[in-house]
T-cell receptor
């Protein structure tokens, strides 16, 4: 079974600064997808960024980028130019690419990000 | 485009009572998921539907939990009887062409259940 670990329960950053959230995972599969989701206090989970394991290039979405290290099974999220609206719980998630595994997402424990003005 | 709708948003019941949650997925999404999110933890899948068929319910406690997705659109998740440990947020999500490569799951706001 796959596991996802987020070792930082809480992180804080000054507005306009950069912060990196860590995530490691364990799997025996070679093909899979990794995600970062954001969950603001309203609780609606929103997809931030997605990475396909077969792609070597790190995914980027505006101020959000990832550092995907497949051999190390590491998938960190970097938020540049942090904004107050970035404050939320961030979840790292894994999904197998195998059809037999379906589309089940396995989530980490989450990192609560605080943005200080 | 309307998002995933869930109701109620909050529910408080006494233990041993029944409770039901309702979810309306995004129009056209054939795959629907119910997740359980305990306080301070990430969501865990309870059940996944492809159209009206439950294709992954291995994590659903079938002695007290049941779910249905009639006509492959709306879904209801039921707990009977509820226990104190069922207090959590119940999230519904939907996607198009579930099981395919990297299709995005869209989440609803969740129902926060408190069992007294």
């Amino acid at each position: 079974a796959q596991t996802v670990t987020q070792s930082q329960p809480e992180m804080s950053v000054q507005e306009a600064e950069t912060v990196t959230l860590s995530c490691t995972y364990d799997t025996s599969e070679s093909d899979y997808y990794l995600f970062w989701y954001k969950q603001p206090p309203s609780r609606q989970m929103i997809l931030v960024i997605r990475q396909e394991a077969y792609k070597q290039q790190n995914a980027t979405e505006n101020r959000f980028s990832v550092n995907f290290q497949k051999a190390a099974k590491s998938f960190s999220l970097k938020i540049s130019d942090s904004q107050l609206g970035d404050a939320a719980m961030y979840f790292c998630a894994y999904r197998s690419a195998l059809e037999t595994s379906g589309s089940r997402l396995t989530f980490g424990e989450g990192t609560q990000l605080t943005v200080n003005p | 485009e309307a998002g995933v709708v869930q109701s109620p948003r909050y529910k408080i019941i006494e233990k041993k009572q029944p409770v039901a949650f309702w979810c309306n997925p995004i129009s056209g999404h054939n795959t629907l998921y119910w997740y359980l999110q305990n306080l301070g933890q990430g969501p865990e899948l309870l059940i996944r539907y492809e159209n009206e068929e439950a294709v992954d319910d291995s994590q659903l406690p079938k002695d007290r939990f049941s779910a249905e997705r009639l006509k492959g659109v709306d879904s209801t998740l039921k707990i009977q009887p509820a226990e104190l440990g069922d207090s959590a947020v119940y999230l519904c999500a939907s996607s198009f062409m579930g099981g395919s490569a990297g299709d995005e799951q869209f989440f609803g706001p969740g129902t926060r259940l408190t069992v007294l």
